[in-house]
């Protein structure tokens, strides 16, 4: 009876000492978590310089490579730290810090350590975009531009598989350099205009079409999986509001004024009543994407306040998608059921309120 007694309460002492532990640790300062959890493999200055590296192979990550704070996402950095990192001695914290913790860990280490990216800006424009997809994108997206296998397993939804990708039909370079700049709602896709400038994401944009997306030409795409006429056209449209290298190039503000058509202009006022009947369900009443039936639908509506949003949508784009629909997503194609003049009502609606709006 002695013995069991000592025994439970060695074990008591042990949990209350383990208890005390984790909840010191979760009150400690993210710089002192660092020092606690993760300088020992790589180092006080995050250069991977610690006692433990001559064991270690591979050696723990130096985080202070130039690049590395886009060739690691916050999302990529995030998993890693929660799940480990098979074939390295990268173990998984998801039972010892909690997610705020991890997710402050990696802030922390993104902040005091990695250093942005420096691409030569005289490099071709090949080389330059080889580069950046390199250093910046295959971490999610793969080398060979199909999606990195944890990338795959990991986010919801997974990274876009580009060698699926017909490059007018699905993805314009229109709307890749405003995925690029400003992100994608809803996705682990974080905008770069604050790491790329205009002529790296254009640089970058131009090679992934290149090398890793579908010919461009008609007859290389299945009849069966061709988008109606009225997509393409969209899509065409699309691609020429951006063209950067055309003579002719309209002004963003000239964009964001154009009317629907030249004969066809949208009230605000009828087109919120038709938005409150039809789209809130889905978009919401904010226009963020967030509506009732938002959380059973895969990919989520569109969130028009999100930064890629208003960079993409004027008025001609926004009526050509409520009325034909937006191919992959469940976005039906209202011109089935509303007239051309409700459409733009709503056009004029959704675009002056959630769209031009700061």
């Known amino acids: 009876m002695h013995i069991k007694s000592n025994l439970l309460y060695t074990l008591a002492l042990l949990l209350l000492t383990t208890g005390l532990c984790n909840a010191a640790r979760a009150q400690a300062p993210v710089a002192q978590l660092y020092t606690e959890t993760c300088s020992v493999c790589h180092g006080e200055n995050g250069d991977g310089n610690s006692h433990a590296r001559a064991g270690m192979n591979p050696p723990p990550k130096n985080f202070t490579a130039p690049g590395l704070d886009t060739a690691l996402t916050r999302a990529y950095m995030i998993h890693i730290v929660r799940n480990g990192k098979p074939g390295t001695a990268m173990s998984g914290f998801d039972t010892q810090l909690s997610d705020t913790q991890i997710e402050s860990l990696v802030d922390y280490v993104r902040t005091s350590f990695m250093q ?68 994608r709602a809803g996705t682990a896709m974080t905008a770069f205009e604050t790491q790329l400038d205009a002529g790296d994401i254009a640089a970058v944009v131009d090679y992934i079409r290149n090398r890793f997306m ?39 503000s000239d964009l964001f004024n154009q009317p629907v058509s030249a004969t066809l202009n949208g009230n605000a006022e009828t087109g ?49 998608a409520i009325k034909q629909g937006v191919q992959g997503r469940e976005m039906p194609a209202w011109g089935k059921v509303m007239n051309d003049q409700k459409i733009a009502d709503i056009t004029e609606y959704v675009f002056n309120s959630f769209i031009i709006q700061p």
């Open 214 to 252: 579908l010919s461009t030409a008609t007859n290389s795409v299945p009849r069966m999986q061709r988008p109606a006429a009225s997509t393409v056209g969209m899509a065409v449209l699309n691609d020429r509001l951006t063209e950067s290298d055309s003579s002719q190039q309209t002004s963003a």
């Open 116 to 183: 942005p990216i420096a691409v030569q800006a005289d490099l071709p424009s090949s080389t330059r975009g080889k580069k950046i997809y390199a250093e910046t994108c295959s971490v999610c997206h793969g080398e060979d531009g199909a999606g990195a296998m944890w990338g795959k397993t990991s986010l919801n939804p997974p990274p876009v598989n580009f060698s699926t990708q017909h490059p007018i039909h699905d993805l314009t370079r229109e709307r890749m350099i405003a995925s690029v700049t400003h992100g």
């Open 272 to 320: 919120k009543m038709y938005y409150l009947q039809n789209c809130i369900a889905c978009h919401g009443i904010e226009g963020t994407g967030d509506g009732p039936r938002a959380y059973f639908i895969y990919p989520r509506p569109r969130n028009f306040q999100h930064p890629a949003s208003k960079a993409r949508f004027t008025r001609p784009v926004l009526f050509e």
